[in-house]
């Protein structure tokens, strides 16, 4: 990939994985009349869950000249946002399946929630033009309401997509691989609109016992790449060739092997005869023309947060045009304020061309960011090419990083 004009010595870096939302009364600007009197009701007896969100530091989040400061200094010029705060009528973060599952009332009032938080996001955006791609917040319960959310604010500029929820078990949900979702796919391709699926957001709802939490570690990249095969297997990325789905911290190094497994079966699907397998997979086999590997290759992406030095060693295996680095700003596990070390640390050494795609050109590509734009930005604060390609020292990495998987046993190993 050609290096952008203005910035021809240093990386214009945009990471693919960063995280904000309103600080919790402004939402009520944001909400229609209706709910004001439910609103203010609610914020009475609310309990914050997520310490991190308050204090000195939840600002982050909502500040906007704070933001830009962090992320500059951090090389960053650019960002994708998910959602990080609680949208009113929500007892946790909207980015996970929400304990209890909701029933009619409660959908009305966390889509006014949701609906509120797309808003105040698109004025977000609006106030750093060009440096963030908000994602649109949608729920699955009711698919035309979906549908009407994704056209909204497409039209109200938020350039980066929409954030697919999880359908795990005891949500009431219908799984991704059902026809009853197809109207959300094809207003999202039509609209050329990205579907991004977050790690997190398909976990089963859980109980709050220390052993839920480490289940929850141990499994929640598994949920998140679920719905790799379940699109696939649905015929999703079949019947909408031109639609592009973003996969967002959950790992990259399960792609090939996992890629390798599904085009395994599906092999035994098609051309097994007197296989289980063909007997169960033929029917679908038939819908579908193309290996998931190549599927990946033509519509998908990784949201490649804390990208460690052996995945980008698998780079080709996963497609050197499919990978788009994050930083996870403002989350604890986030490589602010490290993420020039974390480059280094994973990029070092690596093809010029090939670091500046995954840390900005293949995002910019997908969510429509102009890097020629950017390149005055990346000129004064991007790291160089010189800075990335030295290998760091371990024992220079500072402490308080680790908490940042990309660090994680990086000094124990030197």
């Not at 969100?53 to 090389?75: I, K, M, V």
């Not at 699926?197 to 289940?215: F, K, Y």
């Not at 005055?376 to 990335?388: D, I, K, L």
Request: aromatic share 10%; hydrophobic share 45%.
């Amino acid at each position: 990939m050609a290096m952008t004009n203005g910035a021809a010595d240093r990386y214009t870096v945009i990471s693919a994985d960063c995280h904000s939302g309103a600080e919790l009364p402004t939402y009520r600007d944001y909400l229609e009349r209706a709910h004001l009197d439910e609103f203010d009701a609610w914020l009475v007896h609310f309990e914050n869950p997520y310490p991190d969100l308050e204090g000195p530091d939840g600002g982050r989040n909502w500040d906007d000249e704070r933001r830009l400061h962090d992320l500059e200094a951090d090389g960053i010029v650019a960002e994708v946002i998910f959602p990080n705060t609680i949208p009113p009528f929500y007892p946790e973060s909207s980015l996970k399946a929400q304990p209890p599952p909701a029933d009619a009332g409660d959908l009305v009032l966390r889509w006014a929630g949701l609906r509120a938080h797309n808003r105040w996001l698109a004025d977000f955006c609006a106030a750093a033009p060009g440096r963030r791609a908000g994602i649109a917040q949608i729920l699955l319960h009711d698919v035309d309401a979906a549908v009407a959310e994704i056209e909204a604010t497409h039209a109200a500029g938020l350039t980066g997509g929409v954030l697919l929820p999880g359908a795990p078990p005891g949500t009431g949900l219908a799984p991704l691989y059902s026809p009853v979702y197809e109207p959300i796919w094809a207003t999202c391709e039509d609209l050329g609109v990205v579907v991004n699926h977050h790690s997190g957001s398909a976990v089963p709802p859980m109980g709050g016992a220390p052993e839920d939490n480490v289940i929850f570690l141990l499994e929640v990249t598994w949920w998140a790449h679920r719905a790799l095969w379940h699109l696939i297997v649905g015929g999703a990325l079949e019947r909408h060739p031109d639609l592009h789905f973003a996969f967002t911290e959950q790992g990259t190094a399960w792609i090939p092997e996992q890629l390798r497994m599904l085009d395994h079966f599906f092999d035994r699907m098609r051309n097994a005869d007197g296989a289980q397998e063909k007997e169960w997979g033929a029917a679908v086999m038939e819908r579908l023309t193309l290996q998931p590997s190549e599927y990946w290759a033509r519509q998908c992406h990784v949201g490649a947060s804390f990208i460690r030095r052996a995945e980008v060693e698998l780079r080709d295996a996963v497609g050197v045009d499919r990978i788009m680095w994050g930083s996870d700003y403002p989350h604890r596990e986030s490589s602010y304020p490290y993420s020039r070390e974390a480059l280094r640390l994973s990029f070092a050494g690596v093809d010029a061309d090939d670091v500046q795609a995954m840390v900005g050109g293949n995002a910019a590509r997908l969510y429509g960011f102009d890097l020629d734009a950017l390149a005055p930005v990346a000129a004064r604060v991007g790291p160089t090419h010189a800075e990335v390609a030295a290998p760091i020292d371990p024992a220079d990495i500072p402490l308080d990083a680790e908490r940042c998987p990309a660090f994680a046993g990086v000094r124990d190993a030197s």
